[in-house]
């Protein structure tokens, strides 16, 4: 096994954290597009959003009140199913 030091930009481009990186970068345009199609006030609210494996949205609020208001806008989302979640406190 080669314990050379290697340069963060090769790690990140075909090492191990390659795949952490393509992931972190598919849901933040992920999250982008999502609080392009909410309304602005519920918009400002989402923490992250994604599509799980079975093909359903899952919205992380940063409050419980958001949350509340990011299901009755949720009609204006391409996903039929959409869970909603709130980000734990101090998370």
Known sequence: MNRDPRHMSELL???????????AERRRTETVRIR?????EEAAHVVSATTSESGE????MD?????????????ALPHARVKIRVMPRGG
């Open 36 to 40: 392009e199609l909410l309304p602005t």
């Open 63 to 75: 409050t419980p009140a958001w949350a509340a208001r990011a299901r009755y806008a949720v009609s």
């Open 57 to 60: 949205l899952v919205l992380v």
């Open 13 to 23: 481009r075909e090492g191990p954290l390659a795949s952490l990186l393509r992931e």
